[in-house]
């Protein structure tokens, strides 16, 4: 399963979008921020993946990312080291309150990570939390299908990167527990498999929500393994000035 990680250079890429930085072909400092590297260090990664090397200095420069890559590939680490990079460089975002008494059972993160299903969104849970080892990131995770109350008292206790499926965090909206004004980064992992599950709707609500920080605001990111028509229109729709990244054989 995966790709073969010792044919890196044989993989084709395709990147696009004006002023695109040059891929990195190790893990060092710069762009990536010392505890991480230490932290990565730990999962005992030795080198980027192609998808990494490429989406580390883009995302690093500040732009947004439409990356297509198959399983396998490693676009976790393609999104994670980037935006917890970010985040530890740049420190919290200001306490948000809104001036009500309620807000301090609010969630305010500043980094949110869409996934399809439970168990993915469960896995870059699991890798986030890793990653954001001995810093000031708190990571959660909010799915459909379970106990809604313990995810929400886990909420309570603060959360600066959220990994949500689309449904379960429209609820959490809509319950006002959770704010994405502080949101700097977002996230769409397999884009094509949400919009396969029919969750299009879903994801507009979040993104058009009042919350959202309009595309300027924000950086995002979506990462997916195939290229049809709608990922491009949502390309369109929600992110700004972008460049693309395209690594092997990406089906439409
Ligand atoms: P994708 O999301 O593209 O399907 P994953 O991020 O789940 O891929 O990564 C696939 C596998 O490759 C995982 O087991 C992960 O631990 C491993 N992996 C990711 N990045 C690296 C790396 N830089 N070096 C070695 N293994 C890696
Ligand atoms: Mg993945």
Not at 25 to 38: A, G, M, R, V
Not at 59 to 88: E, I, N
Not at 150 to 173: F, K, W, Y
Not at 185 to 213: K, N, S, Y
Request: with cysteine; charged share 25%.
């Amino acid at each position: 399963s995966g790709i073969n990680f010792d044919n890196y250079d044989d993989i084709p890429v395709e990147v696009s979008g004006e002023g695109t930085p040059d891929p990195i072909n190790q893990f060092t400092s710069p762009p990536i921020n010392e505890l991480l590297l230490e932290n990565i260090e730990l999962s005992l990664f030795n080198k980027p993946t192609p998808v990494q090397k490429y989406s580390i200095p883009i995302v690093g420069s500040g732009r947004d990312l439409m990356a297509c890559a198959q399983t396998g590939s490693g676009k976790t680490g393609g999104f994670l080291f980037p935006v917890l990079s970010s985040l530890f460089e740049n420190g919290p975002s200001p306490v948000a309150n809104e001036g009500n008494v309620f807000a301090r059972r609010k969630a305010y993160p500043s980094a949110l990570v869409l996934a399809p299903t439970r168990e993915l969104a469960i896995q870059n849970f699991e890798e986030a939390r890793k990653y954001a080892y001995r810093s000031w990131v708190r990571v959660c995770v909010v799915y459909g299908g379970s106990d809604i109350n313990s995810q929400l008292r886990n909420l309570e206790r603060g959360c600066d990167l959220i990994v949500a499926t689309p449904g379960r965090l429209n609820d959490m909206l809509e319950r006002g527990r959770v704010s994405l004004k502080n949101i700097r980064f977002l996230v769409l992992d397999e884009a094509d498999r949400m919009l396969d599950m029919g969750f299009e709707p879903q994801i507009r609500h979040i993104v058009d929500g009042c919350d959202m920080p309009c595309a300027k605001d924000r950086q995002t990111l979506m990462f997916s393994a195939t290229f049809p028509k709608e990922i491009q229109v949502m390309a369109r729709d929600f992110l700004d000035n972008y460049i693309f990244l395209s690594v092997g054989k990406v089906g439409s």
